[in-house]
């Protein structure tokens, strides 16, 4: 991996590149299967290369069975006057998503049944899902629901549930070792942003520079429907999950909010450490939280049979905010400046994963002269934060082979670029050498 | 044992019927040895079945030797006039406990070298012993000793002290597992209360309950005299108590304070953990303390020699009230509602300690259908804090065979009982397996 | 090692002692070599034996070489009216230290290259040094510089830097065992106080205490020049280092400020632990911070190569005082207090180092009889705080072997001194005996 400098650069740019790849996903009616992940993985597949695979109905995968495909043309109901009060066309999260197809006349009050509001924020839609459950309904604004009159209503759900697929993409990025980076972002809610489609449109994004540079570590990125596709996955691969070194689920990237770290479930591994000094060194508030084993697709991840070290990098924890799966978390909630700021610290935690060497002082009885190396006019040369004598001092310090540059970091509370520029000018200057491991 | 319910029942009518039996045995005048110990269990043994054993004087135990036994008839100081202006007859606290017979005339100066009050507490009558050196001497209240006049006293103290036994009682109720759990209390205080009456008649109705079940472990009951009474236990049974696995002594158990926990010796063992949870889970104030070598019998337990994994599960530890070895420790500072209170605690203890395996997770590889299998129809059926998603969740994901239900319950923070119950629910429907161990 | 009373009699006194000593070693002008290091030492040998070795300039010392051997009779500038206005004689901080030979007249503009001042305290003259860089220059108040004039200035240092040796002074007491406990102190500061006179005169009266006891570890007192002077030591003496079971470098030992303790490279080795729990038992303000590889020497002793338990115990760290390296730092700012102060600390270091035995309980099984062995009456011979029944049962329940008198008073949060007495009672009651090791 070349420079972070590199990485970090035009973040501006990238962020209104995310923003505009979710422009262009918004619309589509995504589910757990159908067309909606088909298009939205055909559109992403532009931008970075991806993999699509299919795989059938009924298919057994753990406790679990792929279940019928669903599609869907068109939904609403009208009134007796024939005005369509609640149109799918306007938004895609009117349907219960995952409905049968329903085609008939009702009263108010028999239609009441199957229609869902969220009385605490009477302008919004929920979004609701029935997966495994055959049901169909309405979601609609609270305050429409109120001003509903008594009337013979007509409705139509014109959908279908079939033998078909479940449908996902994945994108593995080769580098120098087998072990692998794992990053998975979901794809089956459809008009909705931060949860979650800020998680794909970031993962797009990071494949896409990663994809250009040389690596250390092998790095795969997976974009599944939740939950069902995770599960899929880790049936498909299970012999090679052994690779998967450090994970991160990303979902809810893009709101305002700071950033929130959900550990793995062992909650000391590399991953951890590693997210922790990124978020530490960045001067932002931030939170971590211990796993638990409900939440995303960590939940699949960290199961006992796997127990994969994979945490959750996010900004607001998903049922946090209040716009959370419902018609308010859509593009104007998530915004460019969000996005490219998460990315900056995926970036960087690739970045430490990259780079966190161990080293041996080869000078290790008492210190070496620096002054003789011109190492201190090497710091001279350098703006302040970047290489500082406190940073040399710890290097050669802690450099006895036990310990990385990221526990070196952690140790002296200096920034991990900072020990990393202090080990490269000390390898430089023959003080120092990478140990093989 | 059965459900916790059953155990839980009734706590009310068991704080009275506790408080009764302390009524009954308030007025005994007990010591280290003596009737008043007999008198005291002939009164338990009408509640619980009890072995009562006596040891001879000049028994060695250990570093110690059973002391001549103590009885008392009558004392009193009689003024001049003839009034008995002190009179064991009122208070046994009067007569300094194991005081040698006295008869004789004195000066009121003489006399005051064998009067203890408490300046602090003009109304209270102190209550002080002196079992290893001889001595004899009165307990009054300050404020009597104050309006004392000069006169000529006749003193009286028609006890005895001779060879004779120590005597104690205790109760075994067997389980199917030999290893046992212990609890202990002290009956070699006079009418005092909360230290220590408290303790035998709560460990009475816990033995009670407890000989009424199944049970995994077996209990053993102590109702010995502090110190000397532990001692001659342990040097009695001293090749049976590596089968102690947990332990607790009942002392200061009745009064208004909350709870207190002293933590045995190594301060990490099985009945530490599993008083935390209870304490934690009781969502009323508590206080944990660390283990130190004074105070009651843990003492003993706990030394070098034995290092048994005994704490003390208080309300009020010992010197911390007021009352505390004074008259005023009486009846009324000793309510039902407090003994009850205390008595959940202690049966809580042991239910966790009876239900606390370890269980595989039969599916372990990402998370079962729940759906499916009427796990969400088992909750909705049930009171919601019985039964949650989470609690299920928790104990699939941490049932990797290492973690046990109280380690899922700490991890997890929730409490005890709803781990377990998802535990259970999740054992009917074969998605868990306990350990054998 | 007799009783702590015995070292810690007279503190007033040895503090005005150490304050003396100061006094006559303040006006010598000393370097990294040269005779002042040698006038320095003589001085200190006049109050203990003192071993001084020379290492001849040009002698490798692993990454480092001997310098040539600086010395100066004088130096000043003198105005065009042939006033001197700044003295060498005045202060001999006024020269840049290690300056080489100059002679020559020059306008202000060209001297000003060659002066330095602290503008934020323009009353003090700030102390510089070029040890490995030949360089010449004039230390001096930022006021005075500001009222210097346009003139041609006689700019004369007239030192000399030429072959010749670097000077150090060892004291070596031997105990009964080879193990050792180092102390380090710098003696290359001109006339600065704090940092670090205070060092060499505490170590002085340290090493003349300790050079009339019976002792169990060997003490070693280096009086070196800074880094140079412990990176020659540390070669010259390597393989002997790994007696060291324990050091402190003395370093500003003297000013107004509470304690400050600096931890070893480890963090948890003994002397982290003696020197916490004695300032713990000080109920004086302390402070304890992180092992850090910058400061003084212990940055040789902890270089990962040698890795040796030396931490630093002073008051105000170097660098922390505003008089740091500043003619500030005089005879007013460092009293004999608190060099007693300190004084007391390091021998109260000392005496745990020595005293900190582990201990069986012979009578391991339930509490022995304190009474009729006299324990109690002990007890009530001693002032309150030396002899505690507390202290008795610490002693007795945690001498199972494992644990020493250190680790007993910390784990029981009494004074060591508490502990050492109790376990002394014990062994004079034949109820403990020393664990030999």
């Known amino acids: 991996?070349?420079?972070?400098?590199?990485?970090?650069?035009?973040?501006?740019?990238?962020?209104?590149?995310?923003?505009?790849?979710?422009?262009?996903?918004?619309?589509?009616?995504?589910?757990?299967?159908?067309?909606?992940?088909?298009?939205?993985?055909?559109?992403?597949?532009?931008?970075?290369?991806?993999?699509?695979?299919?795989?059938?109905?009924?298919?057994?995968?753990?406790?679990?069975?792929?279940?019928?495909?669903?599609?869907?043309?068109?939904?609403?109901?009208?009134?007796?006057?024939?005005?369509?009060?609640?149109?799918?066309?306007?938004?895609?999260?009117?349907?219960?998503?995952?409905?049968?197809?329903?085609?008939?006349?009702?009263?108010?009050?028999?239609?009441?049944?199957?229609?869902?509001?969220?009385?605490?924020?009477?302008?919004?839609?929920?979004?609701?899902?029935?997966?495994?459950?055959?049901?169909?309904?309405?979601?609609?604004?609270?305050?429409?629901?109120?001003?509903?009159?008594?009337?013979?209503?007509?409705?139509?759900?014109?959908?279908?549930?079939?033998?078909?697929?479940?449908?996902?993409?994945?994108?593995?990025?080769?580098?120098?070792?087998?072990?692998?980076?794992?990053?998975?972002?979901?794809?089956?809610?459809?008009?909705?942003?931060?949860?979650?489609?800020?998680?794909?449109?970031?993962?797009?994004?990071?494949?896409?520079?990663?994809?250009?540079s040389d690596l250390n570590y092998s790095y795969r990125f997976l974009f599944i429907p939740e939950a069902i596709g995770a599960i899929t996955w880790l049936n498909l691969n299970e012999q090679k999950t052994f690779r998967i070194k450090s994970g991160l689920v990303a979902t809810c990237v893009g709101d305002p909010g700071s950033l929130t770290y959900k550990k793995t479930r062992e909650g000391n591994s590399m991953i951890d450490k590693v997210v922790e000094k990124v978020l530490m060194d960045s001067d932002e508030p931030y939170e971590i939280i211990d796993f638990f084993p409900d939440g995303s697709d960590e939940r699949q991840y960290c199961s006992p049979g796997f127990n994969l070290p994979v945490g959750s990098l996010m900004r607001t924890i998903y049922g946090k905010f209040p716009e959370y799966h419902t018609s308010a978390d859509n593009l104007d909630f998530v915004k460019p400046e969000y996005l490219a700021n998460t990315l900056e610290k995926y970036i960087k935690v690739i970045y430490i994963l990259e780079k966190n060497k161990k080293f041996l002082n080869l000078n290790p009885k008492c210190e070496p002269q620096l002054g003789r190396r011109g190492l201190y006019e090497m710091i001279g040369s350098q703006k302040k934060e970047d290489l500082t004598i406190s940073a040399l001092f710890w290097v050669l310090n802690l450099s006895d082979g036990s310990n990385s540059l990221l526990d070196i970091s952690i140790r002296s509370g200096l920034r991990f670029n900072q020990i990393k520029n202090a080990a490269d000018s000390l390898v430089s200057k023959n003080l120092l050498e990478m140990v093989k491991e």
């Open 1 to 212: 991996m070349s420079e972070i400098s590199y990485f970090l650069n035009n973040l501006d740019e990238k962020g209104k590149e995310m923003h505009n790849l979710m422009k262009d996903l918004y619309p589509i009616c995504r589910s757990i299967t159908g067309n909606g992940v088909r298009e939205t993985l055909k559109i992403i597949k532009k931008v970075i290369p991806l993999e699509i695979r299919e795989i059938p109905t009924g298919t057994k995968v753990f406790d679990w069975t792929i279940p019928k495909e669903w599609n869907i043309k068109d939904a609403y109901i009208k009134n007796s006057k024939g005005e369509k009060i609640v149109d799918f066309k306007e938004s895609n999260v009117h349907v219960l998503n995952y409905s049968v197809p329903v085609h008939k006349k009702m009263s108010l009050k028999s239609l009441k049944n199957n229609l869902y509001t969220l009385p605490d924020y009477p302008d919004w839609i929920p979004y609701l899902t029935s997966y495994y459950q055959e049901n169909w309904g309405f979601c609609m604004t609270h305050k429409q629901f109120e001003g509903l009159e008594e009337d013979v209503y007509e409705v139509v759900i014109d959908s279908s549930l079939e033998n078909g697929h479940l449908t996902y993409g994945e994108t593995y990025i080769e580098g120098s070792d087998e072990n692998e980076v794992l990053f998975s972002s979901y794809i089956c809610h459809p008009s909705l942003c931060n949860d979650n489609l800020s998680g794909p449109v970031l993962l797009t994004y990071l494949a896409k520079q990663l994809a250009e």
